[in-house]
């Protein structure tokens, strides 16, 4: 064969060099996912059991990610407004801490979302479940939960306590016990918990249900005193504190719980590397032991058991909004 002409190895490299060339730049961009930092927005004021469940994976995952992940609070109308803009964004490197709100509630508490938790987002893993806590001001004459029935019910609408807004857990936590002890309270929504909280422990508030994280350094403070928890156990960090069913209302169970989605409409591949990452950072040692010292329970499932949580947790909340008649501001 003469020297000149190509060889069939040539012919083959040639062919490959081609056939690489007539690729979409996307095939690169994507297989690179994520090409800048991830931004992970919380749909709550500073000052939550939500920015500390984020912050806490947000760190992990920046770590294997190769790029960073910052956190971004974005409150407001119950956290619509951040759910929204994340499920309308396109960079691809923009996801959202769904919420036992935002996935299991507002479906149920306003007439029309501007989004839709199933056919907008997908989603990633469940990451935390966190023990609801039931506090009121430490001047408040009451020691447990039957003190602070017995209390409600002598002083009909004249009891308030305080939320992070109208259908967040917060909400449901109070309504639910309002529900099972026939008791008449008036709620006042905030938009966020730290401004509640800081209300709550000036006295213009008279009780509240917040995630644990946000409370164990009050509480042992002594600037709000905690009359139940929400959980089926006693909590070791709080061992001289019964749980709401200890205290007459057997079965009773209020927990809140935090998971990553991204927009369904993301390529499969980075968010099949989204999940990955996620689940092992929140399985890792560092956030289990994070979550643990601010009371919550790391999960890190895979995103079909998340999607299966999800809609258990929206049948469930269904039957309680029914009841309860839990409206948005300005429908109620």
Request: charge should be positive; charged fraction near 15%.
């Amino acid at each position: 064969m003469p020297s000149h002409l190509p060889s069939r190895r040539d012919i083959l490299k040639c062919s490959a060099a081609a056939g690489l060339s007539a690729l979409p730049l996307g095939a690169f961009a994507q297989a690179a996912w994520p090409t800048k930092p991830v931004r992970l927005v919380v749909p709550f004021a500073p000052g939550g059991s939500s920015e500390i469940v984020a912050r806490a994976v947000a760190a992990e995952m920046g770590k294997t990610l190769g790029q960073n992940v910052f956190v971004e609070n974005k409150p407001g109308a119950a956290g619509n407004i951040a759910m929204q803009e994340v499920a309308s964004s396109t960079d691809e490197h923009t996801i959202i801490l769904g919420h036992i709100g935002t996935l299991a509630v507002n479906p149920y508490i306003f007439p029309k979302l501007p989004y839709d938790p199933g056919r907008d987002f997908a989603p990633i893993t469940l990451v935390s479940k966190v023990p609801s806590l039931y506090v009121v001001h430490p001047d408040l004459p009451v020691k447990n939960i039957k003190d602070f029935v017995a209390y409600a019910k002598s002083k009909p609408g004249q009891v308030n306590y305080g939320s992070a807004g109208n259908g967040s857990a917060g909400h449901l936590a109070m309504e639910y016990l309002k529900m099972v002890s026939q008791t008449f309270m008036l709620h006042v929504p905030y938009r966020g918990t730290g401004p509640m909280l800081t209300d709550l422990m000036a006295g213009r508030l008279q009780a509240a249900s917040v995630g644990a994280p946000a409370l164990l350094s009050f509480i042992k403070a002594g600037k709000l005193r905690c009359i139940g928890t929400g959980t089926t156990q006693r909590l070791p960090q709080l061992p001289e504190v019964p749980t709401v069913a200890e205290q007459g209302f057997p079965g009773f169970e209020m927990t809140q719980w935090y998971g990553l989605l991204a927009p369904k409409k993301w390529p499969a591949a980075n968010l099949a590397k989204l999940e990955a990452e996620a689940v092992k950072a929140t399985r890792g040692a560092l956030v289990k032991d994070k979550l643990a010292q601010e009371t919550a329970l790391a999960v890190g499932n895979s995103s079909a058991e998340f999607a299966q949580f999800i809609a258990a947790e929206q049948k469930r909340w269904k039957q309680v909004i029914a009841r309860a008649q839990i409206k948005p501001e300005g429908l109620g």
